[in-house]
């Protein structure tokens, strides 16, 4: 019995609530007409677009991909941007659930 108190003692005293030191933020998504994303790879990479309806794919910026890279237009209802994750989302027709995809590893523009 006498050892078990100082044993309970260092337990105590060694666990805490460290929980406000892994605050996470909330992402602040964005309306955007646009996202560009380019993967560019020694096979020629791939470049995608992200077009809001009615948003022209000349009016949008993108990274610059080579004549093997290949290319993909995704036309969308809603897009939205957060910039402090590199996360976007977009429903494909108005009554979707928001799809995410992140662009950390890839060139990004969006506006």
Do not use: H
């Not at 096979?43 to 991909?65: I, M, P, R, T, V």
């Not at 290319?71 to 994750?85: P, Y």
Request: one cysteine or more; charged letters at 20%; a negative charge.
């Amino acid at each position: 019995m006498k050892y078990l108190i100082p044993i309970l003692l260092v337990l105590i005293s060694c666990s805490s609530d460290d929980s406000t030191d892994y605050q996470q933020v909330a992402p602040t998504y964005k309306n955007v007409n646009y996202v560009t994303i380019t993967n560019e790879t020694t096979g020629g990479g791939s470049q995608f677009f992200y077009l809001k309806s009615g948003f022209s794919e000349s009016n949008a910026d993108s990274c610059y991909c080579d004549d093997g890279c290949s290319k993909e237009i995704i036309e969308v209802a809603e897009l939205q941007f957060d910039d402090q994750t590199m996360n976007f989302r977009y429903k494909l027709t108005a009554s979707d659930n928001y799809t995410t995809r992140s662009s950390t590893d890839w060139c990004t523009r969006f506006k």
